[in-house]
């Protein structure tokens, strides 16, 4: 009776056996407390550029910076205000006068919270209440 071409031993199957479980299991731990850890990390306090043209909420041409900074005085005083760095925190603001655009580095939660007050204030249908977050109520007329 021939052999097989590939002869094994039981110990030789067994090792092979655990040098495989054992780099399933480092790449395992070393995804769940490398890689993924700095993921979560890094996504609780990325910040994100943000392009916000506002040209139609700048009717002052006379003065379109001084309007861009109280819009911006505006977001900063309702949207988390302890992350700009006036406060302490990450988030920060520019202006851009010529093109009526605010350049704002923030989260994107905050971000999202941005835009609704933009919107907010874009829409006449939409009342606006100063708070500490945005949260504009729908108006009835009667």
Known sequence: MPYPAYRFSL???FLIITLFAGLFAGYFFGHEHGYAAGQRAWGDDHMQLTVYSV??????TKDPEGE???????ITANVDRSS???Q????RFSIDAPTNHLLILQTHENHHAIHTL??????????FIPSNSVSPQTTTDH
């Open 55 to 60: 040209n139609d909420l700048v009717t002052n």
């Open 11 to 13: 110990a030789t199957l």
């Open 118 to 127: 933009l919107v907010a204030l874009h829409d006449p249908r939409l009342k």
């Open 68 to 74: 861009l900074h109280s819009l911006a005085d505006l």
């Open 84 to 86: 700009w760095v006036s």
């Open 88 to 91: 302490g925190g990450k988030a």
